[in-house]
Structure formats: C-alpha cells, structure tokens
C-alpha cells in the first residue's frame, strides 16, 4: 500500500497544482477585475460641462496648465507626470462646504503620505485674493504637506476653464471676470494618462471611502 501512494505521490501533486489552477482561472472569470470608467464630457451632467465640450464622446483629457503653488513654485503637467492624482476647488475664507472639504483632504494626505504614486492638487477659485502668501499661510495652518499637495493660483480664466472644460465639474457657466464665481464640491480622480476616472463629493465621508477604494483600483491597472 505505501508502495501504491509513494509510485504515484508525484501524479497527485500535479493534480492538485492544475486543480488549483483551473479553480483560479474560474474565478477570475467568474470575477472580473474592478475597473473604473473613462469619464468623458458626454458621460456628465451638462450642468457640470462646458457648452463647447458637451458632445465629446472620447478622448478628452485635462489640458496642460500654469499655475502657482503656496511657496511661489511654478505648477504644470510635469509636476503630476506617470501621477494619480485627486484635484478639487475651493477658496481660503471659505466657511461653508471648503472646511469639509479641506479636512477630507487632509485625511487622504495622512492615509497616502508614504505613497509617492498620489498626489493632490487644490485650484483656488478666486486667486485674486487667495495670492501665494496667502496659500502658504493656510497650508502652514492646516498641516499641508507640500510634497504631496499643490494649492494652486493664477490666471482666473484658466482655472475656471479648467473646472468647466477640463475636470468637467463646475455648476455654472461665467466668462471668469469679478463677478464669476464657481462652487463645487466635486473631487476629481485623475490617472497617470491625464484622464477623469472618477468623482466623489467631497464633503461626504462615505464618498472618500469610495474615493479610496477607487484609487487602489487605478494603481493595479
């Protein structure tokens, strides 16, 4: 009998390799890797979307920019290159929804700080007076690590147009002069492509857990 097992203990090992194998193939097939969606400007409420990019349908990603962070550096693409990264809106003397949204930020920095895969990037909404000192100040005040997260200023029209035409997520519709003012509570996800995987609002606590989960999803593709 032990003569019977040991003559074909090898045989049954590789059927238990190749059961194993095909049970796992099975799997994967049964469950399907998570992906998240290419958000294009046709897959958003047109309330979010600018007129002139509402029929786009592939293709679109966010346009190249030049901005300015809290310590005066200059800010473009390059920074967030082969980067994930999660961008909103907001302005420093805000006291209604920006507070929310800050400290969920602040939460996202803690829980990725030993991640250099993720970044953040915060555009002030109204930069004529959100200047760079007043970034550094509010990021000094707020724990903002500067190697993770860029609070951003500049030319209003190109941040405004980049929150209609680009991250596709403001709710009005304004040529940026004095009395244009935009409002969001939107989170934007962004891959390493320059592409809109996701949104979340940021000023929901469930929502950031599905921000989360989403981000460790993007880093497997």
Not at 103 to 110: A, D, F, T, V, Y
Request: charged share 30%.
């Amino acid at each position: 009998m032990l003569n019977f097992f040991a003559k074909y203990k090898f045989f049954g090992i590789f059927l238990f390799v190749l059961s194993a194998i095909i049970i796992s193939i099975i799997y994967q097939i049964l469950k399907p890797e998570e992906r998240l969606p290419v958000y294009q400007p046709d897959m958003v409420n047109y309330e979010l979307v600018d007129s002139t990019v509402q029929e786009v349908r592939k293709y679109h990603i966010i346009k190249d920019f030049e901005l300015y962070n809290q310590n005066g550096d200059t800010i473009t693409q390059d920074f967030y290159k082969d980067k994930i990264y999660i961008a909103d809106f907001f302005f420093t003397t805000c006291q209604t929804i920006c507070p929310v949204m800050t400290g969920h930020m602040l939460e996202i920095q803690e829980k990725l700080k030993d991640d250099p895969e993720v970044l953040l990037l915060s555009h002030t909404v109204i930069p004529q007076a959100d200047s760079v000192p007043q970034l550094k100040k509010y990021a000094l005040e707020k724990g903002i690590d500067d190697d993770k997260w860029n609070l951003v200023t500049g030319d209003k029209k190109q941040i405004y147009d980049l929150a209609r035409k680009s991250y596709l997520a403001a709710k009005s519709e304004g040529d940026a002069g004095p009395f244009d003012m935009i409002h969001t509570e939107n989170f934007v996800l962004v891959d390493k492509e320059k592409r809109i995987r996701g949104f979340y609002d940021g000023t929901d606590p469930e929502a950031i857990e599905n921000l989360m989960h989403d981000v460790e999803i993007l880093k497997k593709e």
